[in-house]
């Protein structure tokens, strides 16, 4: 069974930086597409970034284009994102999402996600 347990998580002052990791299992999880999205108290699961299954494309939430980066390091079976000059507006749940299909590419799409974690709190103070 897929598993994904996403970690780095915290209390950051705005303009601060978190980094984000996701765990994958079993290796597999390593040819699949992975993505992350957030919900904030009230408010839909929303798209953040995506990344295909090898790190050569990714893709972006207008909101957080040049503030945060995904990567990932296929080795590890892990998959990162990098969230730099965080506002009070990314405090959410963020939840690390994999494709669960083989080579697969990068979608902002929720509903091609087959496995998810159980999310990491990120707060962002004023």
């Known amino acids: 069974q897929v598993q994904l347990v996403e970690s780095g998580g915290g209390l950051v002052q705005a303009g601060g930086s978190l980094r984000l990791s996701c765990a994958g299992s079993?290796?597999?999880?390593?040819?699949?597409?992975m993505g992350w999205f957030r919900q904030a108290p009230g408010k839909e699961r929303d798209f953040v970034a995506a990344i295909n299954w090898s790190g050569g494309s990714t893709s972006y939430a207008d909101s957080v284009k040049g503030r945060f980066t995904i990567s990932r390091d296929n080795a590890k079976n892990t998959v990162y994102l990098q969230m730099n000059s965080l506002q009070p507006e990314d405090t959410a749940v963020y939840y690390c999402a994999a494709r669960g299909s083989w080579h697969s590419g990068a979608t902002f799409r929720l509903n091609l996600y087959d496995y998810w974690g159980q999310g990491t709190q990120v707060t962002v103070s004023s």
């Open positions: 079993p290796r597999t999880v390593s040819n699949y597409a």
